[in-house]
Nanobody
Framework: QVQLVESGGGLVQAGGSVRLSCAASGRTFSSYAMGWFRQAPGKEREFVAGISGGGGSTYYADSVQGRFTISRDNARNTVYLQMNSLKPEDTAVYYC????????????????WGQGTQVTVSS
């Protein structure tokens, strides 16, 4: 089992950057594929980015491709989401999630979730 805690959200102007972190408990962090998801008010939770356990493979939603970068430091049990060129439509609560095996884009595929961190992008 793994516990996840996100940090790094806040208020940023359009065009700016934010880096989110997700710290995981446990000694087998590299066994987990990690995903970042987001949920805006009134909308369903959507996939943002995923990374394999070793960090060698990543996958992005079309809406963030080229602007966001997911990475992980298995020695620190932490996964990151670097968000650049932010747009007002990126405003949402951002969640990290973990699953054994390969990453997936469906929220239902992830049994472990953090509490979320708010990112607000002003125009």
């Amino acid at each position: 089992q793994v516990q996840l805690v996100e940090s790094g959200g806040g208020l940023v102007q359009a065009g700016g950057s934010v880096r989110l972190s997700c710290a995981a408990s446990g000694r087998t962090f590299s066994s987990y594929a990690m995903g970042w998801f987001r949920q805006a008010p009134g909308k369903e939770r959507e996939f943002v980015a995923g990374i394999s356990g070793g960090g060698g493979s990543t996958y992005y939603a079309d809406s963030v491709q080229g602007r966001f970068t997911i990475s992980r430091d298995n020695a620190r049990n932490t996964v990151y989401l670097q968000m650049n060129s932010l747009k007002p439509e990126d405003t949402a609560v951002y969640y990290c999630a973990a699953r054994i095996g390969w990453y997936a884009s469906s929220p239902a595929s992830y049994p472990y979730w953090g509490q979320g961190t708010q990112v607000t992008v002003s125009s």
